[in-house]
């Protein structure tokens, strides 16, 4: 099995900077994708940034992109999500997601496509 622990969220101000972590640990694969979604309080859950195996490909949700970026240390098994210029309605739980994939360069941004799921870390924006 496969356990993702998500990090580094916390209450902050809008405009603020937040990194948070997402560490794979358990049940190891050649190669898989990575992915952040978030759900806030009474609604579905969205995506918001993908990363290839490679960190190559990136995408991102149009809601986030310019503000936030996604990376990865394979060596650590992590991948981070940088998000600067904070806005009130980031406010969510974030969750990361893996899918073991051969393919080195793919991303994904189905849910449907990810195959194990973390527990999230809550981020509070402030206004």
């Known amino acids: 099995q496969v356990q993702l622990v998500e990090s580094g969220g916390g209450l902050v101000q809008a405009g603020d900077s937040l990194r948070l972590s997402c560490a794979a640990s358990g049940r190891t694969f050649s190669s898989y994708a990575m992915g952040w979604f978030r759900q806030a309080p009474g609604k579905e859950r969205e995506f918001v940034a993908a990363?290839?195996?490679?960190?190559?490909?990136?995408y991102y949700a149009d809601s986030v992109k310019g503000r936030f970026t996604i990376s990865r240390d394979n060596a650590k098994s992590t991948v981070y999500l940088q998000m600067n210029s904070l806005k009130p309605e980031d406010t969510a739980n974030y969750i990361c997601?893996?899918?073991?994939?051969?393919?080195?360069?793919?991303?994904?941004?189905?849910?449907?496509?990810?195959?194990?799921w973390g527990q999230g870390t809550q981020v509070t924006v402030s206004s």
């Open positions: 990363i290839s195996w490679s960190g190559g490909n990136t």
């Open positions: 997601a893996l899918r073991p994939t051969p393919q080195a360069t793919g991303v994904y941004s189905g849910e449907y496509e990810y195959d194990y």
